[in-house]
């Protein structure tokens, strides 16, 4: 078959118009510089639109904020709104909208205030979510601040709501621990060896910026007399030369207000160094005294330290490396992901951790899971005695394997008698089930910590353990709605679960 035959015909032009009859328009002109063979499909930015009236349509009703503008119906906002009591100045914007605002805007990852407003201006699912109000950043931020207590309480009805979906029962629970990067530098911290070194260092700078502005001041009034700068302009002093000279004293004087205005920035920096170096101690005597022994001889490590931008986070590993951070506990269902208990904490181990997040779990829900697992820094035989004591059987590592290293083979028979602790509970994960259910740990917890910190909170904006642990709260309850958005659980109204 030759070219010629093969080559298929052109398609022929619906309507035939003359070239001197079509209109130019001012796009053909501008993109005349990107001629091509290839024909693309027409593009003008300022074409006139038909949109839909309501920009819940453009959504579609599968969209994340037409699922958070409907959980006004079924959420208890009782904690947020019992804080309204006074009529004063202009109405505020409405507490529900500002708390799903927020909520929306964490589901999206965005925790800047800032970025909140600038989404209210021009992203259609934040508008359409707010109504059409702009909340500013100022607003934004302070409402957060305001009502961090009321978003732990808004947690725990997130599993209200998950049980009136379909959540009946916890099979196995897995709790896992995360450092959480605070709002706060490594480089902005001081140990406590360094801490009485710095002060000294501060107390001279301080005397000698303090002697040195003292100088000046007794020169200048030498000079001119007291209570005279030097600047003034009599109105005999039209020479320049001399007009020169006087601002050139002029200078001097500035330049010993700003020794002075040095010295009390020093100053402050001193103050917060002692500020430290008392909590530190502080906290010394304290564990002292917890552990039976002379709280009046107890002293830091030297290598203790404080942040002077968050003093209550602290330097923890992180990513092979150590960051300034708190430690964040979960604790979530198997078969849904749903964090069903959460902590943020200041010790950088999870030790004696394991009880009170069961315990919270079953303050939280009410329901008590059949077994347990966690990895080796949860060991701690006294709380997995209190856990177990509950109906609970737990599978809690004893060390970390290799990675690439062959698991030794399940034991088979009876454990022998005379064995430890650590060493039956060891014999229990290499068995068959033991494994089986320690698995479940590495798809249950670890995933839902990485959505959490990848998807809704990459870190703190805000400082200080009592504000970190409301914005975690307020975290974690977004991702229990994510799931529940996910897993197409219907969500019960108000009136039903109180029927």
Request: proline content about 5%; glycine content about 6%.
């Amino acid at each position: 078959m030759s070219a010629t035959s093969r080559k298929k015909p052109e398609q022929a032009a619906l309507l035939e118009v003359a070239t001197s009859e079509k209109p130019e328009r001012e796009e053909t002109k501008s993109s005349a510089r990107y001629a091509s063979p290839r024909p693309f499909r027409e593009w003008q930015p300022e074409q006139g639109q038909l949109l839909p009236q309501y920009a819940r349509e453009v959504l579609g009703e599968g969209h994340l904020a037409c699922f958070f503008v409907e959980l006004r119906k079924t959420l208890d906002f009782s904690a947020i709104l019992k804080g309204y009591t006074q009529e004063c100045g202009q109405p505020p914007y409405h507490p529900v909208m500002m708390t799903l605002l927020l909520m929306y805007a964490y589901a999206r990852g965005i925790t800047s205030s800032r970025e909140i407003e600038r989404r209210c201006e021009t992203d259609i699912a934040f508008r359409y979510l707010t109504g059409g109000e702009r909340p500013d950043h100022d607003t934004v931020c302070t409402f957060r601040v305001r009502h961090l207590e009321a978003f732990r309480a808004l947690f725990v009805d997130t599993l209200r709501l998950a049980r009136g979906s379909g959540l009946k029962k916890l099979g196995h629970l897995a709790v896992d621990g995360s450092k959480w990067k605070a709002n706060a530098s490594k480089h902005k911290a001081m140990s406590y060896g360094r801490m009485e070194e710095s002060m000294k260092k501060l107390d001279e700078q301080i005397d000698r910026l303090l002697a040195e502005a003292a100088a000046l001041d007794a020169e200048e009034d030498k000079r001119y007399g007291k209570g005279r700068r030097g600047d003034e302009l009599p109105e005999e002093l039209k020479n320049p030369e001399k007009r020169a000279e006087r601002l050139r004293q002029a200078a001097r004087q500035l330049e010993a207000e700003k020794k002075l205005e040095l010295a009390v920035e020093k100053e402050k920096r001193r103050e917060k160094i002692r500020e430290a170096k008392e909590d530190l101690e502080k906290e010394a005597r304290e564990k002292a005294g917890a552990r039976g022994e002379n709280p009046e001889e107890a002293k830091p490590s030297e290598k203790a330290q404080r942040n002077f931008t968050d003093p209550e986070s602290r330097i923890m590993p992180r990513a092979g490396t150590f960051q300034q951070s708190y430690n964040a506990q979960v604790a979530a269902d198997a078969d849904t992901q749903l964090i069903v208990a959460q902590e943020v904490g200041q010790s950088t181990s999870d030790a004696r951790q394991l009880a009170p997040m069961v315990e919270q779990v079953e303050a939280n829900t009410g329901l008590v899971p059949k077994e347990l697992s966690a990895d080796t820094g949860y060991l701690s035989q006294e709380d997995i005695e209190k856990v177990e004591d509950k109906g609970v059987e737990c599978f809690v590592a004893t060390g970390r394997s290799k990675h690439g290293e062959e698991a030794p083979p399940a034991p088979r028979g009876r454990p022998p008698e005379g064995l430890g602790f650590k060493e039956r509970m060891k014999r229990k994960i290499l068995t068959k089930r033991g494994r089986k259910a320690y698995a479940r740990r590495k798809v249950t917890a670890e995933p839902v910590i990485g959505q959490v910190k990848n998807t809704v909170l990459p870190r703190f904006s805000l400082r200080g353990l009592t504000k970190v642990q409301g914005e975690f709260s307020l975290a974690c309850a977004v991702h229990n709605l994510k799931k529940l958005w996910k897993l197409g659980w219907e969500l019960p109204s108000l009136a039903a679960q109180a029927a």
